[in-house]
């Protein structure tokens, strides 16, 4: 396994390099200081989004994990819904992982569609709560294996298994933005994917670093074992 496609405003400006990531719009907040930012998407208007073209560490994937920090600030439609972060080709072989507000803005959904055009959806519901909050979210899935969402460190294992190899090709990495959804109106820190899956150990481990406000310095590269 490599390592994770980081962001924050130190990786981004060089410490790693080899992935092609353009911000659009999107601004860094400090939280304690330049090591230690979160990213901020602030809706549609303008629009905020961040590209990341052609990595090929995460184009074929038989499994991943995605972990990152997350505070909507502002409630927007019930029909609709926010990508957070996508590899999403226009038919088969994709991935994403969206804040969905057809529950009232309370749902996180990992949806997943294989090479021949099957989908699989899995919905951790009611999890979402609050405006202006930090939730720590994880998304793992491993092909043949029941994919796991985690908030908070509490995992749902609600959504089905699926057995694939995701091959989304050279298509861009997009964070807070497709070509159909509109752009996040949130707060993004410490945003990390693995080609692998981590263990519940590893997700605990990150989980227990901490939030921006909490001053907890970001971990690059795999959680110790």
Known sequence: PVEPVVFNRTVYNGVTTGNNRTITNATWNNAID???????????SDPDYITVSNYSAIQTLSEFTVSFWYRPFTSFPSSNQRFIVNKNTPNNNSWLIEHQTGNGGKDI???????????????????ITNLNQWYHIVVKWSSGSTSKIFVDNVKD????????????????????????????????HDLKIWNRELTDAEVTYLYNQGHPIAGFPSWQGDPPP
């Open 109 to 127: 959904i990992l949806y997943m569609k294989d090479s021949g055009g099957t989908e699989h959806n899995h919905t951790y519901a009611n999890i």
């Open 34 to 44: 330049e090591h230690d930012t979160y990213l901020h998407f602030s809706g549609p």
């Open 157 to 188: 294992t609600s959504g089905g298994t699926c057995t694939a190899t995701i091959n989304t090709g050279s298509t861009d990495l997009m964070v807070s933005w497709s070509n159909v959804i509109s752009t996040l109106f949130a707060y993004v």
